[in-house]
């Protein structure tokens, strides 16, 4: 099985890249303005989409994407239009990869068969979805893989070399490191912490190392792909678009950070 995930990878190790992996929420701050954010990304640099799925308990974030989620909500944003969502930027883009990075309450209420069939038909590439431990691995994990999809899990500063095989064990696509303790946008990440750390992981892996969490301007982008496979922002997007910025302005920025990773 060779996914859009892969496909990029290859593609960025061939010319030598790091990745820029961008996150937003799904239909904040509407379902129209988000289809154009998405849309633009590939434009601003992003190598790789982190779709937000709007959740009302979302216990791994801060509150800058508690906020987008609760907009999305109210904004009448559902899976299902979620991955509307999804399909109508395929229709434009059929190489960008699409993860969806959400929890698992709105996947169990859909149905996991039906969920992963509509995904899969929808354009999505891969799944973060950070409540489920590897514990729960045949619950939704070894079903995405079997359905084509990548199933993407978290590796954090307190996963000692007890825990980490167990978290890579059914890990593909990439493995996406959490640089700091805690939620998203709560502190900055420190090449100097996380260099050592990724090469942790990837003396027990053969998969990409992303590192998120954290990351909030250019020059950080860069130093946390200097000593990665590349870098995640999400906080920092999000902030700009709860700001009302125009979708070509949070563009704008968006280009910022991806110059910033692929210039180490």
Not at 14 to 26: E, L, N, T, W
Not at 101 to 122: C, E, Q, R
Not at 226 to 241: E, N
Request: aromatic share 6%.
């Amino acid at each position: 099985m060779t996914t859009r995930i892969d496909a990029k990878f290859a593609e960025l190790q061939q010319q030598g890249r790091k990745a820029f992996v961008s996150y937003v929420m799904a239909g904040d701050p509407d379902y129209d303005r988000s289809l154009e954010i998405v849309r633009g990304l590939p434009g601003a640099g992003v190598d790789i989409i982190e779709l937000g799925l709007p959740f009302t308990d979302p216990m791994a974030d801060g509150p800058t994407i508690q906020l987008a989620g609760q907009r999305a909500l109210e904004g009448g944003m559902t899976l299902n239009k979620t991955l509307a969502l999804a399909r109508a930027f395929r229709e434009g883009d059929d190489t960008t990869p699409i993860v969806l990075m959400g929890y698992y309450n709105p996947i169990y209420s859909h149905g996991v068969d039906k969920f992963l069939a509509d995904a899969k038909a929808a354009g999505i590439d891969g799944l973060i979805v950070v409540d489920l431990p590897p514990e729960e691995d045949s619950e939704l994990c070894i079903p995405a893989q079997a359905a084509g999809l990548n199933f993407i899990r978290l590796a954090t500063p307190t996963t000692d070399d007890k825990r980490l095989p167990r978290v890579l064990q059914n890990t593909s696509g990439f493995v996406y490191y959490v640089s700091i303790t805690g939620i998203t946008g709560a502190a900055e990440a420190e090449a100097t912490d996380v260099g050592p750390e990724v090469a942790r992981i990837k003396s027990a892996s053969n998969l990409p190392v992303i590192v998120g969490f954290g990351i909030n301007t250019p020059a950080k982008s860069k130093a946390i792909a200097s000593v990665a496979d590349g870098a995640v922002v999400g906080s920092a997007i999000v902030s700009k678009i709860a700001d009302g910025n125009s979708v070509s302005d949070v563009l704008a920025f968006v280009k910022t950070l991806s110059d910033g990773a692929h210039s180490a």
